[in-house]
């Protein structure tokens, strides 16, 4: 996934995005944070058992990072879920906020598996600035899609 194109995301907000906790809840309803750029054996196992070889987690709150209301925020994303289940893709809740509070905590899918095509296709029609992609190295990273 190449992340490194140039982009109409402000410097500010990229780094929101980097310097943020990635949380999942798990099968067990065990929470981790992930980070981008650190590897999460966590994760890992969670992809192992489940014989995942990738992941992506993505929301469909607030689109191109413009507030909407919680009614909006909520109906896409159940959207968003209800396609990803769909699609026969396993998936565990999770929240991506940054540590600071610059922005509020936005409710995410850590979705498995969603074929590797797609994954830029899934935020763009979201209207997600980005989205983190995992392989089975297990290191989240940062993919833009505008």
């Known amino acids: 996934m190449n992340t490194t194109e140039p982009t109409a995301i402000s410097p500010e907000l990229l780094a929101i995005y980097r310097g943020s906790d990635y949380r999942v809840t798990d099968e067990g309803g065990r929470e981790f944070v992930m980070h981008v750029g650190q590897p999460s054996p966590t994760l890992g196992a969670l992809m192992a058992r489940h014989d995942a070889c990738s992941a992506v987690f993505v929301s469909a709150y607030n689109p191109a990072s413009e507030p909407r209301t919680e009614a909006e925020n909520r109906a896409a994303q159940a959207r968003l879920e209800q396609e990803v289940v769909a699609q026969g893709c396993r998936i565990f809740q999770g929240v991506g906020e940054d540590p600071d509070?610059?922005?509020?905590?936005?409710?995410?899918?850590?979705?498995?598996?969603?074929?590797?095509?797609?994954?830029?296709?899934?935020?763009?029609?979201?209207?997600?600035?980005?989205?983190?992609?995992?392989?089975?190295?297990?290191?989240?990273?940062?993919?833009?899609?505008?």
Do not use: I, M, S
Request: charged letters at 15%; glycine letters at 14%; proline letters at 9%.
């Open 101 to 146: 509070g610059g922005c509020p905590g936005e409710p995410c899918l850590l979705v498995f598996d969603w074929p590797h095509e797609k994954v830029l296709a899934l935020g763009r029609a979201y209207g997600q600035n980005a989205l983190l992609w995992v392989g089975t190295d297990t290191v989240p990273r940062l993919v833009l899609t505008r």
